[in-house]
């Protein structure tokens, strides 16, 4: 039996990473829209929100790790060891015809881009993730404008990279699915937070009314834009020629080569619009401090204990389920095929919790992060030694 790990876990940070899971595999099984184009029930609730939960937890995680010690080269080697995980996904969605956007490629980009940012004072990191979270397409879309995509599919695989090297570099940087410089607001959030004392009753509570407000108020924002201020008709009027989406369809589509700045009143998932930004991004706080009040409770945390597992060792599991969804276990069967993953995934973590500290992934990334870590100061030994 492993011995457990040296730092205590705050176990409302697993069962935030629970949720997040548990809402990317809603989105990645459900269809997006129902037949007369509106939302689906796991677009409205899971869509967006989910990836966003899972991104702020992983900069909640990386403040974690580098609280007491700064190691840019395991940093580095585990942002690459995440990007040779995506791509390695990227055939599996290839290979399944699955509708799936891996996450991973991206994170490596924002974790790479976190390096420099480690050592900054929790409220400088919360300023940057706002201003990210308010600008950073905006800029984008104003500079660099939509950004090609030379992968051979929807996510892009070791071939592609070795292919067209620059071209992913700027895709995963400023383009795709989860661009890094957009997405970094949640990471920097993330960070911030892990900064902070999560023991403390006063900070949960204060990460959860701060994290509704800001989500409730762009949400409202969004909502007076877009219907009271007719934002929705001018979207509408400045669709591409042959557009007949439904409002419904309109006021959730991320994707639309709009030409008009109404664009930006959308909080549609993954558009990365100020305000969906907003929304997101205060909704993973929200989300993240409900987790910690809620599990200062003992029976929440018994009840709580297997997602907890689960969000524990969720790179495990976010990369087992996309390997499952491509075999086409259960396709026809949405309903089934969702509780069936969810079911195995807990049922998977509680046994494997029993005999080890970590997820067999997190294992593997942990140790090889500790050889990149401790490669410096051997380094600098040798050189000592060879100096007397």
Same mark, same amino acid.
């Given at each position: 039996m492993s011995s457990p790990s040296g730092q205590s876990r705050v176990i409302g940070i697993d069962v935030a990473r629970g949720v997040a899971l548990a809402g990317m595999l809603a989105v990645h099984v459900f269809p997006t829209y129902d037949g007369d184009g509106s939302a689906s029930v796991a677009t409205a609730l899971a869509s967006g929100r989910g990836a966003a939960v899972f991104a702020t937890m992983a900069g909640v995680g990386l403040a974690l790790v580098t609280r $007491?010690?700064?190691? !840019?080269?395991? *940093?580095?080697? $585990?942002? /690459?060891?995440?990007? !040779? *995980? @995506?791509?390695?996904?990227?055939y599996v969605t290839i290979a399944g015809g699955l509708d799936v956007y891996v996450i991973l490629p991206y994170y490596a980009m924002m974790f790479l881009l976190a390096v420099p940012l480690l050592g900054v004072r929790p409220q400088v990191l919360a300023a940057i993730s706002l201003t990210l979270a308010a600008a950073a397409t905006v800029t984008i879309f104003s500079t660099v404008g939509e950004v090609a995509d &030379?992968? #051979? @599919? %929807?996510?892009?695989? %070791? @071939?592609? !990279?070795?292919?067209? &090297?620059v071209g992913m570099f700027? /895709? *995963?940087l400023v383009g795709g699915a989860y661009p890094a410089v957009v997405w970094l607001a949640y990471v920097t959030a993330g960070m911030a937070i892990g900064r902070l004392d999560l023991t403390s009753t006063r900070v949960a509570g204060w990460l959860l009314g701060s994290g509704a407000a800001l989500s409730a108020a762009a949400w409202l924002a969004s909502t007076i834009l877009l219907f009271p201020l007719g934002g929705l008709d001018h979207l509408r009027a400045n669709a591409p020629p042959g557009t007949e989406w439904s409002d419904a369809r309109l006021t959730w589509e991320p994707w639309g080569d709009f030409d008009t700045y109404w664009w930006y009143a959308i909080r549609a998932p993954h558009s990365g619009a100020p305000l969906d930004m907003l929304h997101t991004l @205060?909704? #993973?706080v929200a989300v993240l401090g409900a987790a910690l009040l809620v599990t200062r409770l003992p029976i929440a945390v018994r009840v709580l204990q297997p997602l907890a597992d689960a969000g524990s060792m969720v790179l495990t599991l976010y990369c087992a389920h996309i390997v499952v969804l491509a075999t086409g276990l259960l396709g026809d069967h949405p309903y089934a095929q969702y509780l069936v993953l969810l079911a195995g995934m807990i049922a998977f973590a509680v046994v494997w919790k029993r005999r080890f500290a970590r997820g067999p992934l997190e294992e593997l990334i942990a140790r090889v992060s500790l050889v990149a870590r401790k490669a410096p100061r051997r380094g600098r030994s040798q050189a000592a030694d060879q100096q007397v």
């Amino acid at each position: 039996m492993s011995s457990p790990s040296g730092q205590s876990r705050v176990i409302g940070i697993d069962v935030a990473r629970g949720v997040a899971l548990a809402g990317m595999l809603a989105v990645h099984v459900f269809p997006t829209y129902d037949g007369d184009g509106s939302a689906s029930v796991a677009t409205a609730l899971a869509s967006g929100r989910g990836a966003a939960v899972f991104a702020t937890m992983a900069g909640v995680g990386l403040a974690l790790v580098t609280r $007491r010690r700064r190691s !840019v080269p395991a *940093l580095v080697v $585990r942002a /690459l060891l995440l990007l !040779v *995980l @995506g791509l390695l996904l990227g055939y599996v969605t290839i290979a399944g015809g699955l509708d799936v956007y891996v996450i991973l490629p991206y994170y490596a980009m924002m974790f790479l881009l976190a390096v420099p940012l480690l050592g900054v004072r929790p409220q400088v990191l919360a300023a940057i993730s706002l201003t990210l979270a308010a600008a950073a397409t905006v800029t984008i879309f104003s500079t660099v404008g939509e950004v090609a995509d &030379p992968s #051979a @599919g %929807i996510d892009p695989t %070791i @071939g592609d !990279v070795l292919r067209h &090297p620059v071209g992913m570099f700027v /895709l *995963l940087l400023v383009g795709g699915a989860y661009p890094a410089v957009v997405w970094l607001a949640y990471v920097t959030a993330g960070m911030a937070i892990g900064r902070l004392d999560l023991t403390s009753t006063r900070v949960a509570g204060w990460l959860l009314g701060s994290g509704a407000a800001l989500s409730a108020a762009a949400w409202l924002a969004s909502t007076i834009l877009l219907f009271p201020l007719g934002g929705l008709d001018h979207l509408r009027a400045n669709a591409p020629p042959g557009t007949e989406w439904s409002d419904a369809r309109l006021t959730w589509e991320p994707w639309g080569d709009f030409d008009t700045y109404w664009w930006y009143a959308i909080r549609a998932p993954h558009s990365g619009a100020p305000l969906d930004m907003l929304h997101t991004l @205060g909704f #993973a706080v929200a989300v993240l401090g409900a987790a910690l009040l809620v599990t200062r409770l003992p029976i929440a945390v018994r009840v709580l204990q297997p997602l907890a597992d689960a969000g524990s060792m969720v790179l495990t599991l976010y990369c087992a389920h996309i390997v499952v969804l491509a075999t086409g276990l259960l396709g026809d069967h949405p309903y089934a095929q969702y509780l069936v993953l969810l079911a195995g995934m807990i049922a998977f973590a509680v046994v494997w919790k029993r005999r080890f500290a970590r997820g067999p992934l997190e294992e593997l990334i942990a140790r090889v992060s500790l050889v990149a870590r401790k490669a410096p100061r051997r380094g600098r030994s040798q050189a000592a030694d060879q100096q007397v």
